[in-house]
């Protein structure tokens, strides 16, 4: 790690045979830290190119832009870029039979209410939601000529479908159509929490 490293190695001094489910605090410590690392390359990019560009946001609408890039990114790396920190690292699985993705609905899902730890019931259900709530809230603010209900929740719904495509081809995690369907309900839960303080904000 290059920015976590030494406050990570502190906590797993300390907690790592007394948490449970530990790893998870691993994957979020190397999730933000390789967040941090790609979202200061897109820092230096994106200030390279407003140099540029004629047609500039405003200041409110450019800071949403930042946060959206950097909830892409990290969302990206909780998934996805797992074990991996640099893209020349990455190794695709091309011969992973499709027999390893789910496509029966709930499947997976209702095996997890029976299982020894709820955690991981939790994790996948309303962690799923949840993951995708700020894409249902960010993206008609950053696209908002553009933004629409439809196109917030089938976009959202196509940017699952891709995560679900890249776990399969790096085999970093099970793709699974539930996976699928609690992100959409995110960004559906998401969008309507946009909607609903754009309509508080229009009353004041």
Not at 55 to 71: N, P, Q, T
Not at 90 to 109: C, W
Request: hydrophobic share 55%.
């Amino acid at each position: 790690m290059l920015f976590f490293g030494p406050l990570y190695n502190l906590l797993a001094e300390r907690y790592a045979t007394s948490i449970n489910h530990f790893a998870l605090v691993k994957l979020t410590f190397l999730a933000l830290d390789k967040t941090f690392f790609y979202f200061l390359i897109f820092e230096v990019l994106r200030l390279i190119w407003l140099l540029f560009v004629r047609r500039r946001r405003s200041i409110k609408s450019e800071i949403s832009v930042w946060i959206f890039a950097f909830y892409l990114i990290l969302i990206l790396m909780l998934t996805t870029f797992r074990d991996t920190y640099f893209p020349w690292q990455l190794a695709f699985n091309f011969n992973r039979p499709l027999s390893d993705v789910n496509l029966v609905f709930m499947k997976e899902t209702w095996k997890l209410v029976y299982a020894p730890s709820r955690l991981d019931f939790f994790y996948n259900s309303f962690g799923n939601i949840m993951c995708f709530v700020p894409f249902g809230i960010l993206f008609p603010i950053v696209f908002s000529k553009k933004q629409s209900f439809f196109k917030t929740i089938v976009i959202g719904m196509l940017f699952s479908i891709f995560i679900e495509t890249l776990q399969f081809l790096l085999a970093t995690g099970v793709s699974d159509i539930d996976d699928v369907f609690f992100n959409t309900c995110g960004a559906i839960l998401g969008y309507l929490i946009h909607l609903f303080f754009k309509k508080l904000c229009m009353r004041l």
